[in-house]
Structure formats: C-alpha cells, structure tokens
Nanobody
C-alpha cells in the first residue's frame, strides 16, 4: 500500500483547508485510516481515525468539532477537513493505514503504512 497526502500549505488562522490521502494497492476499503501530525520538537500525535465500517470515527480532543475525517472507498481516498484552524495546528500531517481489521487504535506504532506528510502552517 502506498499513500500520497496533499492539500497542505500556508493558511491564515480560521482557515479551512482539506487534506487528501490517496491510497494505491489492494483492499483500501478494508483498512482503518488515520491522520497524525508532528510539530517541530514534538512526537507524532494522533489526530483522527475512520474505521473500515462506514461512519465510525474518533478524534483527539483538541480537534473535535473543528476537523472531520471521511473516506471515499471508490476513490481510495481519505480526507481531513480542517476548520477554524489555530496556530497550534501547525504541523506536518501524515495519513496512515492500519491493516488490522476493525482497529480503532490511536497509537502510531499500530499503523503499517504511512504517507509522506504534508505541511500545514497556520499564520496568526
């Protein structure tokens, strides 16, 4: 499985970019997918996940109500709609695939495949 993330860039505080992550390889629809982020000097942290069963999502508290994760299995794509961005959201954002069916893990080490990351910089 290969993952290609895009959609980052320089955004003003309050902005609403949408990240995309396109997967190549078999059976994308079977995999729970996650978004993580890593700011300079910090560890990679969980942002959101969506399971392989439709509509099951989970978010870290700091993004609840502002970010929405979704997936389009027909397009092998997972999205992260980011609203009301804050400077503290500045980070490299990574998408990841967990090959454990029905997993809802927030732990980065549980994810088997990673995209290359896309930088999101929020200016105040």
């Amino acid at each position: 499985v290969q993952l290609q993330a895009s959609g980052g860039g320089l955004v003003q505080a309050g902005g609403s970019p949408k990240l995309s992550c396109v997967a190549s390889g078999p059976i994308f629809s079977n995999y729970p997918m996650g978004w993580f982020r890593q700011a300079p000097g910090n560890e990679r942290e969980f942002v959101a996940l969506i399971t392989n069963t439709p509509g099951s999502t989970d978010y870290t508290d700091s993004v609840k109500g502002r970010f929405t994760i979704s997936r389009d299995n027909a397009k092998n794509t997972v999205y992260l709609q980011m609203n009301s961005l804050k400077p503290e959201d500045t980070a490299v954002y990574y998408c990841a695939a967990d090959t454990t069916l029905f997993s809802r893990s927030r732990r980065a080490r549980e994810y088997d495949y990673w995209g290359q990351g896309t930088q999101v910089t929020v200016s105040s």
